[in-house]
């Protein structure tokens, strides 16, 4: 398996402390250092920012974002966006 | 880590007391000082205040937010709102 | 903490025999005396009344409110609803 | 407490062989006797009518409605309906 | 209590081998035979038809009805659809 | 009963290894062999084409359906789709 | 039963270190070589892309999608997306 990922947390647990994208369902992006999640997925992201159409839009800084709001994480295209 | 931030919830826990920033799945937003919360995201705010395009609208005092409709929960974006 | 709120549900108990504005996902607003609710957040109101626009629109007397359509309840806020 | 209301479902417990009001999510009203309720707030009512603007739409007898699209219940305002 | 409906389940049970209507939260209605049901609430129906208008629409024959779609179930308004 | 059917599941049971209609909440329907589920509904269906107005939009082969997003099953009416 | 297939999950299992194809509910196209996935059908996804139109329109690389998001998984459509 690649990078060792055998159960869907084992991603999120290989992103902590690295930069993740997070898509929610309100159509929103967030992007921030991954710190903690749960098996709920819900996460906490330090530097979190907001993304819109590719751009930065609002800065939250340390935030809790609640799981079932959330559609997909995906920790390199962080740097894409 | 961050703050000592383990798990989602030692977020919320650190910010007892403190001013925050809460998104609703509905669109609006709350800014109050977390009292308390609970594993469903239950909040109570003290001096909760409805935000709408960065203005105050409406003070609700002592307010309980039900987790469920919650997306995400920022403490340092609270001063900013 | 104030008023002794440690969990969220101490506000709702706090609240009991009190008024209070109850938020429904639905967009609708009830103000009404709170005589019990339970971890779901059901809660029953007397003399409810449904608010639309700052203005009292139907009276429904002893109201069964169903948790899961809540937004967010607030007892202070009743006063002025 | 007004009539002995501990917990929202004794209330539905007092209202059992009256009449109630139940507004649906979907935007309709019944209103129909209470038979039976269950703590997932499943009820059936005997005697079910379809409410739509005050006026009465449809009759459906006897009819099991299930708790999850239900907003709120009101045996007093049954009468009114 | 009327015909012995002493839980809500009672009344699908009491309507066994009966036509029944099934109002689906997407604004669609079956008729069929009620041959079974489980506490979620899904049903299997014999002879199943989809209503729309007052009109027979579609028929499906044996079929499975998913309980969380389900707003109502009535068997005496089966005769009338 | 008819078929032996004395609880829901014991319906998709007896369609194992026949054609099935699945009707999405979505508004789609899938048409397939059904070769498993499970007590979420999920299906596993072979040979699985998307139905569109009576007719064959796409096939997909094997294909998991979350069973969430399933609104009825019919096995008899997958010979007339 | 084709390919042992006697549970939904079988599928899954049977199709990991290939290629999926995952629709979402918010109507977009996941195509990726799956890693991994669980009980709620969160699944991790390596090289995955995002279909529209039959297209390719963003790569995330790794990438975890929350289960309760998905309507279908159909590893043999991958190669025709």
Do not use: C
């Amino acid at each position: 398996m690649v990078n060792g990922i055998e159960r869907p947390l084992d991603l999120l647990n290989s992103a902590k402390g690295k930069e993740i994208l997070v898509q929610l369902k309100t159509g929103k992006q967030f992007v921030g250092t991954l710190l903690a999640f749960d098996i709920h997925i819900n996460v906490v992201l330090d530097n979190a920012r907001e993304i819109e159409g590719g751009e930065q839009k609002t800065s939250y800084g340390l935030t809790f974002l609640r799981g079932d709001t959330i559609i997909f994480i995906s920790p390199s295209a962080a740097s894409k966006a």
